[in-house]
């Protein structure tokens, strides 16, 4: 099964390699500009309610498995940095592929809940699609040790590049809670991938960023 969803991924390489480049930097760059008030808000409310530093970087699995640095901006106390970047102790966890979200974290600052909550900690996500690491549409970009009991998901999932917003944030993103549980989402995208997909998905974002009882 996994084999013939990425042959049929191979027939959408004009769009991957091509279109969605320019979809990305156009898209990300407009982003980017609309968007920078709202990001220097965010960075000073950070800046001035904690210490530590205004934007947190954690490994993520990028396209054909490369580790890259995702950006976001830090909703945790600055102690639990270390800590939210290494490996969890808990051999479930791993096993499980189990999403690192708890809801009512005590970790979490006053400024980061809010940020979390309108997915304000998302945007500097969209520096990593310039770069060419990240896509504004893709599978969610995860930690090493999510896909490691998983690499049949790990194989379909490296196909393209992983994405700031995407099918599981807009669909499923309240009943989700671990790798196997957005499987289904990142191989309906990945094989269904195409420009007026993306742009579904893009407007579905949206209205998703305002459903914030789903998000923490």
């Known amino acids: 099964m996994i084999e013939d969803k990425l042959n049929h991924n191979l027939k959408q390489t004009k769009y991957l390699t091509i279109y969605k480049q320019y979809f990305d930097i156009i898209i990300a760059a407009i982003s980017i500009t609309i968007s920078s008030p709202i990001m220097l808000l965010a960075a000073a409310a950070i800046k001035f309610s904690s210490k530590g530093p205004i934007v947190f ?5 990028g396209l054909n498995g490369r580790i ?30 189990i999403l690192d979200k708890t809801k009512n974290d005590k970790r979490i600052t006053k400024v980061g809940s809010i940020l979390r909550k309108t997915s ?16 504004i549409i893709g599978p969610r970009p995860l930690i090493p040790f999510m896909l490691e009991p998983f690499p049949d998901v790990k194989q379909i999932r490296c196909t393209v590049l992983p994405g700031v917003t995407g099918l599981w944030q807009v669909k499923g993103r309240e ?37 914030t009882d789903e998000a923490y």
């Open 57 to 61: 970087k954690q490994s993520r699995v």
């Open 175 to 211: 009943k989700n809670r671990t790798v196997l549980d957005m499987i289904n989402y990142d191989l309906e995208y990945i094989t269904k991938v195409c420009f007026t997909l993306d742009i579904k998905i893009l407007l579905l974002t949206i209205p998703a960023l305002f459903k």
């Open 120 to 135: 304000i900690d998302e945007l500097p996500q969209l520096f990593n699609v310039l770069s060419g690491e990240m896509s």
């Open 68 to 97: 890259f640095s995702c950006y976001k901006f830090r909703t945790m106390d600055n102690s639990t940095v270390n800590s939210v970047n290494s490996r969890p102790s808990d051999s479930g966890l791993t096993r499980l592929g």
